[in-house]
């Protein structure tokens, strides 16, 4: 399988190099050259089957041409040794629970899948890798725990200071070793920023391996997919049947774009919603047909605090820029600070059922939207416990309680450095590691 750039004006490279480069020359995101999708027997039988073996199935769909499938085998099994169920919330509403893997997020596959995959590819490769990956969150803890103590792997973590929960903090900047937390002084966007800056810097390239860890690598934001045929499984061993509706909150747009190439891959999918917070630059897409990317801002759901969101290309390039194809099959909506505690709190009194700020996006998103005979599922992304102070604020002091995994991140040093938002900073840092 070969991989070109959104941008078409490069040559198309092997998997080995879109997942080593992370972002092509000329500044665009990789895409697979086609997608592949299944046949009906497939889908028959799909309930029958584990996350794990779906898993497999739609790996070797994406990757099966370049990876010899005992190792695939290996990489998918060791990314995915937890479950993640489909629980009935309320009507036709079930929440996808994403938040049972090792930092209680949703991006824990895609953080560890990559790790294994790179470990893969860089056997024999004799020039130390370097990972760069800028957050607003959940990915930097996914990231820094899949290639913790990776040999041959530096990962830089770039998050934005005072803008992540304590908890998710703790996660990426107590880890040491090969990981190494930077505290940037600004935004998201300004990490996101100073990442793309490196990739584009010859001199930079030159003197150092980079490569990217965000959803903007094929490897990072592609085994999102899974998450989606296994919701259809797991509804189907259920016994429920009906139109499928996928809210998704949406922050960057990996997780969305992995939906959507779950149903050109055949899963079928009625449409997906777009559940944003106060960053809403698609949703203004959507009612308009303008992408006008802006600086970010600070909400209580912060994993989607992204005002120019870097998948949004993919999904352009899937739909041939067109609104109209892409409103078939995406909606939007967009909600305020007080709009999501609003649904925490309603959710959580009439329905016994606790939501994280990004998780009640989705909901509120899911049930405004959702229409009869459709049976509609929203992505539970992170544990509450991830924003213990905002969800306790909401609906009680004392109601979450700090599983044990989250505990012993709590009890670790932080060990960030501190950074600027100058590129010229950030490269001399580089060039001195």
Do not use: W
């Amino acid at each position: 399988m070969k991989y070109y750039s959104t941008n078409k004006s490069v040559e198309m490279v092997s998997l080995m190099e879109a997942v080593t480069k992370g972002l092509a020359a000329d500044n665009g995101l990789f895409m697979p050259e086609r997608i592949d999708a299944f046949d009906r027997h497939f889908f028959e039988h799909i309930h029958q089957m584990s996350f794990q073996e779906i898993s497999f199935e739609v790996a070797r769909k994406f990757f099966g041409e370049d990876i010899p499938e005992d190792i695939l085998k290996e990489i998918v099994d060791d990314a995915i040794n937890f479950d993640c169920p489909v629980v009935r919330v309320n009507d036709s509403v079930y929440s996808l629970e994403l938040f049972h893997g090792p930092t209680l997020a949703f991006k824990d596959v895609g953080g560890r899948f990559m790790a294994r995959l790179l470990a893969y590819f860089l056997k024999g490769f004799k020039r130390e890798v370097n990972v760069l990956v800028a957050t607003s969150g959940d990915t930097g803890s996914a990231v820094a725990n899949g290639f913790f103590q990776v040999p041959g792997i530096k990962v830089y973590v770039l998050y934005p200071k005072g803008l992540v929960s304590d908890i998710q903090e703790k996660q990426f900047t107590t880890l040491g070793h090969n990981i190494t937390a930077l505290e940037v002084d600004g935004t998201f966007d300004d990490c996101q920023r100073l990442v793309k800056s490196a990739f584009l810097d010859q001199e930079l390239n030159e003197a150092l391996v980079l490569t990217s860890a965000n959803s903007i690598n094929v490897a990072r934001f592609l085994p999102q997919a899974f998450y989606y045929f296994n919701a259809y499984a797991r509804l189907r061993e259920q016994g429920i049947s009906g139109d499928l509706v996928f809210s998704v909150p949406s922050g960057n747009f990996g997780n969305l774009t992995a939906g959507l190439f779950a149903k050109f891959m055949g899963l079928p999918v009625k449409r997906f919603i777009a559940a944003n917070n106060s960053n809403d630059i698609v949703y203004n897409y959507l009612q308009t047909g303008k992408y006008e990317p802006r600086a970010s801002i600070a909400t209580i759901a912060n994993a989607m605090d992204v005002g120019a969101p870097s998948n949004f290309a993919r999904i352009l390039e899937l739909y041939n820029h067109s609104l109209s194809s892409i409103s078939m099959d995406i909606v939007g909506y967009r909600y305020s600070d007080d709009e999501i505690r609003e649904t925490m709190k309603q959710v959580f009194v009439e329905e016994n059922y606790m939501l994280d700020p990004h998780g009640a996006v989705g909901y509120r998103a899911l049930k405004a939207d959702l229409k009869d005979g459709e049976v509609g599922v929203f992505f539970e992304t992170a544990h509450p416990a991830k924003f213990t102070e905002t969800v306790e604020s909401v609906i009680g002091k004392g109601t979450v309680k700090l599983p044990a995994k989250l505990a012993e991140f709590m009890k670790g040093e932080k060990l960030s450095i501190a950074m600027s938002t100058d590129y010229d900073d950030f490269k001399q840092f580089l060039l001195n590691q």
